[in-house]
């Protein structure tokens, strides 16, 4: 199915470790992952995460490095 026929709607949503993923918003959130705000089509929430993570990097890994 491509995005344009895609018409379900889907939440971003976040770990942890700041790392972001895309989750059906009629489904209970998996166990370690939270609601970031974000809700729309599959498009808009992997534009959102592309314009919002910008550092793959795990989030206890950027305070390791941060603190070195």
Not at 34 to 55: K, P, Y
């Amino acid at each position: 199915m491509s995005d344009a026929e895609d018409s379900r709607t889907y939440l971003v949503v976040m770990n942890d470790e700041d790392q972001y993923s895309i989750w059906f918003a009629d489904r209970d959130v998996p166990a370690g992952w939270r609601v970031e705000g974000t809700r729309g089509t599959r498009a808009e929430c992997i534009a959102h995460i592309d314009a919002a993570w910008t550092d793959m990097r795990p989030r206890s890994v950027r305070l390791r490095m941060e603190a070195v």
